[in-house]
């Protein structure tokens, strides 16, 4: 059975130490699992714990009084058990852990390394149940070709006899099972009149053939069975006409219709997609080389390819559910496939990347026409469980041969376009131009080092002061990622922040982030150095991602710092994206005693509804409002509202980009609580930043 959190895991607990298993537990129960767990410390009780009930999980210490990992693994050989077995020891040494994992250990952890514990359980228990699928598969498959071979046992073929004419002298009385004859009415028919017309001149070649042949001639044929139905039947055809005995053509055919069924769905699996029927990238890709190979015989029309991606489905899978977004997909996929010419394909690749081949096309212009059109389908809206959808997407063009004279290179360079239009932000189409590669290479460049940019200790943290308007204090700073690449330089947070939340990656750099910045908390506290908060930033993809409570709760003990001296700043339209799952996790956070902010406050769609229901501390205006105020009446009157409005809901209120004295003077009248810019100051490296504290704690000494 396939155990995920919130089920029960049976733990097996291979332990002399009390403490450590219930550490264990612990860390499993903190990663949402439910551990039904026992402690054994001797071959015996873990004989008896194995014949008492199955277990799901084990975890053994590598060495025991009496008792070791290996000899636990022995047992498990001796029972033929197939059960993860995590070794999680303290260091034993590079040869008995190689040792151990020789013996049939799945893997080897440390003690204490919870970051590595909970990701080596789920993929054991995910394997073990692959494996354990398998089994079972192989098993039906082995039960299958038993009973199969039994039918064929016990069952017969159809035998025909024909004359030279090809007319039925006699039919075997399995007919009537497979076709529904019996077998006396066929008597005297010409074959043929039952023999699909498309299949009737391999019949008569395998007829002719078989004269004077020294071994039956092989046919394959459509006969109509008595219902109407068209079987499909392999024959082996004998010409024993000259045999007294039997004077005719012998015909023993074999109903191979369920064969040619498993064939055409084999074939169909291979060259479309199961859940839109559109053809995959297989059949898109042969498809496109046999148009190329008829435009250059031509030598007069090009073709396009176009690569499709839809913005924000990963939004509509997760707060609708993957059923919903598998309706979308198919329903999508007819709409687009119905404004295309019959010559056109349209592929799925998979997820919500789709690609279109467009023969017959010069003028970039009628590829760009496509592309509209295809933007405007996926306006329309779509009705799917009881929700009203509007699509957009991100649409690459490549023309043959302006853009490649190849399929690889074609489809390559309109992905490229494609990555183009969405860096644009979505919802349009983009033509692909050779200076797009460099920016693809530099793209990628950035991607990989970007992966090793923690372990190689390039990325750094500066520090924003936030200052009170009321009496003049520094109360907090806001922690900002920036990165020194050893070739580029300073990186901007602009290019490697939506890299990193379109990769992935932002879940290990939040992890770093938050760590990094409440060390650096506890050492400014421990430095007598008195700062309320620092604020981090929490993105879209972190803050959906799993356990984001969990990370936070182990920043703030691996730093031993109060959960009061944190701030977690998340943008409005994270806050109102899913409503009641943000509620869930902003109070699992509270219960951490952090703060929450709503960060760049104002560019949303908050509903104050919605807002004063949400656990949240602060609002920060965002910058745009701050930028032109006083200048701007309309910046300064929303600045003042959102004032007013966070003081009635007993928020505190931090304006962000504060440049200017009049900004200043502005914000004070109205009461604002707290400002952030280069007003006071810049983001400084964590040791400038010291300085600058220890200065302002001198000054006011």
């Known amino acids: 059975m396939s155990v995920t959190p919130q089920q029960a895991l049976h733990v097996l607990i291979v332990e002399d130490s009390a403490e450590d298993a219930q550490l264990l537990q612990l860390q499993l129960r903190r990663n949402g699992y439910k551990p039904v767990a026992r402690r054994v410390q ?118 025909t006899v024909v004359d030279a004419s090809g007319r039925i002298l006699y039919e075997s009385p399995s007919v009537e099972r497979l076709l529904g004859h019996t077998a006396g009415e066929l008597m ?87 859940l839109t029927g ?47 977004g598998d309706e979308l997909l198919r329903t999508a996929a007819s709409s687009l496939s119905a404004i295309l010419r019959g010559e056109d394909t349209i592929a799925r690749l998979g997820g919500d990347e789709f690609l279109f081949l467009l023969p017959e096309i010069d003028d970039v212009e009628d590829a760009a026409r496509v592309a509209r059109k295809v933007l405007t389908v996926l306006d329309a809206p779509f009705s799917v469980h009881g929700h009203e959808l509007h699509l957009t997407a991100s649409v690459g063009i490549a023309m043959f041969p302006l853009d490649g004279d190849d399929a690889e290179t074609l489809v390559r360079n309109a992905d490229t376009a494609l990555y183009r239009a969405k860096e644009q932000g979505g919802n349009r189409y983009q033509l692909y131009a050779p200076a797009m590669n460099a920016i693809a290479y530099k793209r990628l460049v950035l991607e990989n080092s970007l992966r090793r940019a923690i372990e190689r200790e390039e990325l750094r943290l500066h520090y924003q002061p936030l200052v009170s308007l009321h009496d003049g204090t520094v109360v907090g700073v806001e922690a900002l990622i920036r990165w020194q690449h050893p070739e580029l330089g300073l990186v901007s947070p602009a290019e490697f922040i939506p890299l990193a939340e379109e990769t992935g990656l932002i879940v290990p750099l939040t992890h770093w982030v938050l760590h990094t910045a409440c060390r650096q908390m506890k050492e400014w506290h421990e430095a007598g150095l008195e700062l309320m908060t620092v604020a981090v930033n929490i993105s879209a993809q972190r803050f959906s991602a799993a356990n984001l409570p969990v990370a ?33 996790t902003l109070l699992e956070l509270k219960k951490l005693h952090v703060k929450i902010s709503i960060d760049d406050f104002g560019t949303g769609y908050s509903s104050l509804s919605y807002l004063k229901r949400l656990p949240i501390d602060t609002l920060k205006i965002d910058q745009s409002f701050v930028r032109n105020t006083p200048a701007d009446a309309d910046d300064a009157a929303i600045a003042m509202l959102i004032i007013s409005m966070a003081h009635h809901l007993n928020l505190s209120v931090v304006a962000e980009g ?36 220890s200065r302002l704690a001198r000054a006011r000494v």
């Open 188 to 274: 005297g028919a010409a074959l043929e009149e039952h023999v699909h017309p498309e299949d009737r001149h391999a019949l008569a070649t395998a007829l002719t053939r078989s004269a004077g042949a020294s071994t039956p001639i092989a046919a394959e044929f459509r006969m109509r069975a008595r219902n109407g139905e068209w079987r499909s039947v392999e024959a082996s055809v004998s010409n024993l006409l000259d045999n007294a005995e039997v004077g005719g053509i012998v015909l023993n055919s074999r109903d191979i219709t369920a064969r040619k069924q498993d064939e055409e769905m084999i074939r169909h699996l291979a060259y479309f997609d199961a």
């Open 42 to 159: 001797t071959a015996e009780e873990m004989e008896r714990a194995l014949d008492e009930q199955p277990w799901d999980l084990v975890l053994a210490d590598y060495s025991l009084p009496t008792f070791n990992a290996l000899g636990a693994l022995e047992l498990f050989h001796r029972r033929g058990l197939d059960i993860p077995f995590l070794i999680v020891s303290g260091t034993i040494g590079e040869e008995t852990a190689v040792e151990a994992m020789r013996a049939g250990a799945h893997d080897y952890i440390m003690k204490g390394s919870s970051a590595r514990l909970i990701p080596a359980i789920a993929r054991e228990l995910r394997e073990a149940e692959e494996r354990a699928n398998r089994r079972r598969a192989e098993e039906a498959l082995r039960d299958s070709e038993r009973r199969f071979r039994a039918l064929i046992e016990y069952s017969s073929d159809i035998l």
């Open 658 to 693: 504060v440049e200017t004295e009049e900004q200043l003077r502005l914000l004070r009248s109205q009461q604002c609580d707290i400002m952030q810019g280069y007003l006071v100051s810049k983001p400084l490296p964590a040791a400038e930043m010291t300085e600058m504290l």
């Open 552 to 584: 936070v709760a182990e920043a703030l003990t691996a730093a031993g710092l109060d959960g009061r001296h944190l701030c977690l700043e998340l943008t409005e339209s994270v806050m109102m994206e899913n409503v009641e799952e943000t509620i869930a």
């Open 278 to 324: 559109l053809p995959n990238r297989m059949l898109f890709d042969d498809r496109l080389t046999q148009a190329l190979a008829h435009s250059r015989r031509r030598g007069a029309r090009g073709l396009a390819v176009m690569s499709l991606d839809l913005d924000r489905f990963k939004t509509i899978n997760e707060t609708l559910g993957h059923g919903a």
